[in-house]
């Protein structure tokens, strides 16, 4: 099995939020999600919500921080934070990015991208491994929104995740908005992507908001903002998804402009309503 | 130089020029990375100090956020603590050399987002202090992990108060010294004025002296008031646990 999660609609967990969602058990939530490294204090309000969450909720933990796709070793100290945490919550998942974040010594805080050869695939084989032989369990790993390619690059992102899959036994996190930011940036086509895409071992989709730019020379830019609403094309894309994979854990990331409540669970229960519509015509 | 380096480099380097090797016309595509690198770090200073954003104003707390980023990047992805040595940044920060209370801001606010974080731990109260040997030169106060206590030649107090709306905005007459603790009595980190000889006292029961060598200085200190100073440290329970030199605990 791909995936613990219970398949359903879930939310990127925001402190905000923790109120209303214990006052609202009827919405349509399966599970939530938080980012590893917001949790990674010892004690005080993060611990006491994500455990009084963790009581009544399925639990994704989603790491941004590891570097997993950086040249330099993972960072061991983290890598035992991670494992705490995790054995803390036992989260159904863990989940973490095709991307780095860290480069000699210094931490960017942001997910970079990386180029796609034999010998960056070799490396982030064996730290996908090494977090795996770590944490004692399988991760998910998702696909990335890149804003510019490496010229160096001779594989493509859908047979480098693949290979990845196979060297590693690793699961993927399908994030279709950045299907469609890479899509368009690169002026490539979204739905041949997915087409291909390694779908036996999606353990979990992420669905969020972009914002809509352009370059120098006029082409469309999009920004992966997690600040706004999920864009209709994506949610489109979701919809044919799951209409050949039939429903997964499909999560809502609004990570910026933090909406109140009701808007964010508005986008989960239209997700939730995708997935049932799905799941009746696959048992019709 | 190979591999993510020129791009790592590329992040941060003056010039604003992509690196080589990217594919296309990438200045304004690099640029988005570039930004969010710059804008992510500066946000997480503004989460974690906002007294000092207020203080100082967003314009001018962002170009100093700024400088201090590129001359001291977060080494770890724990953004809950990037920003320890901004005091120490600040205090050798030319621009920032009139306004000699702002490195002292800033370390107020570090304890109260330490505090927010830190361990659960259980608080002792009277009883545990009554129960206590009564040699008080062989007992030592360990001081809950929330607690901490700032003091500075400048009033922080008064400024933070003003800063954060807790009092009216006024023109500070006296300058003088102050002190305050900071605490998470349950999970909201709190900030209070103590006096400096308060102050001073839990800083030596915290440095590990034994309560009977702490309360002897103190006396000896002018103006100090030792029954108003235990009371702060018993009566807000800001202790975890009582050692005795002997080693056993309560």
Known sequence: MTTKLPIGAGVGFKPEHFDAILADPSAPIAFL??????????????????????????????????????????DRAHLARLKALIERYRPESFSEHLAWSSHGGAFFNDLLPLPYTPATLSRVADHVAEVQDVLGRRMLLENPSTYVRFEESTIGELDFLAALVARTGCGLLLDINNVFVSAVNHGTDARAYLADFPFEAVGEIHLGGHDEDADETGAPLLIDAHGSPVADPVWTLFDEVIARTGPLPSLIEWDNDVPVWPVLRAEAARACALLQRHSRSAAA | MDGLTPFAQALTAPDRRAPPGLAGP???????????????????????????????????????????????????????????????????????????????????????????????????????????????????????????????????????????????????????????????????????????????????????????????????????????????????????????SAGDMS
């Not at chain 1, 990674?40 to 009084?52: F, K, S, T, V």
């Not at chain 2, 590129?70 to 940044?89: K, Q, V, Y």
């Not at chain 2, 603790?181 to 004025?193: F, G, M, S």
């Open chain 1, 33 to 74: 999600e938080i980012h590893a490294e917001n949790y990674m204090g010892a004690g005080g309000r993060p611990h006491a919500q994500l455990a009084a969450l963790r009581e009544r909720s399925a639990l994704s933990i989603h790491g941004v921080g590891l570097s997993i796709g950086g040249e330099a070793a993972l």
């Open chain 2, 26 to 244: 990438v200045a304004r595509r690099f640029s988005v990375y570039r930004n969010n690198v710059a804008v992510g770090l500066i946000r997480a200073l503004e989460a974690r100090f906002p007294a000092l954003l207020a203080l100082t104003g967003e314009e001018y707390f962002r170009a100093m956020a700024r400088e201090f980023t590129l001359a001291r990047p977060p080494a770890s992805p724990l953004l809950m603590r990037f920003g320890d040595d901004l005091p120490d940044f600040i205090a050798g920060f030319a621009p920032a050399a009139e306004l000699p209370y702002l490195a002292d801001i800033a370390r107020i606010e570090i304890a109260r987002s330490r505090a927010y974080h830190a361990p659960d731990l259980p608080r002792i109260g009277a009883d545990a202090f009554t129960a206590a040997p009564p040699d008080i030169d062989r007992v030592c106060v360990e001081m809950h992990p929330a607690v901490a206590v700032i003091r500075s030649a400048h009033p922080v107090w008064t400024i933070l108060a003003m800063t954060s709306g807790w009092q009216p905005a006024a023109a500070i007459d006296d300058w003088q010294p102050q002190a305050v603790l900071v605490d998470r009595p349950e999970l909201d980190a709190i900030v209070r004025p103590i006096t400096v000889g308060t102050a001073l006292f839990l800083e030596a029961i915290d440095a590990g002296e034994p309560l009977g060598a702490v309360a002897a200085r103190a006396a000896e200190t002018p103006e100090f008031d030792l029954p108003a100073a235990l009371a702060t440290l018993i009566g807000e329970r800001l202790a975890t646990r009582i050692q005795t």
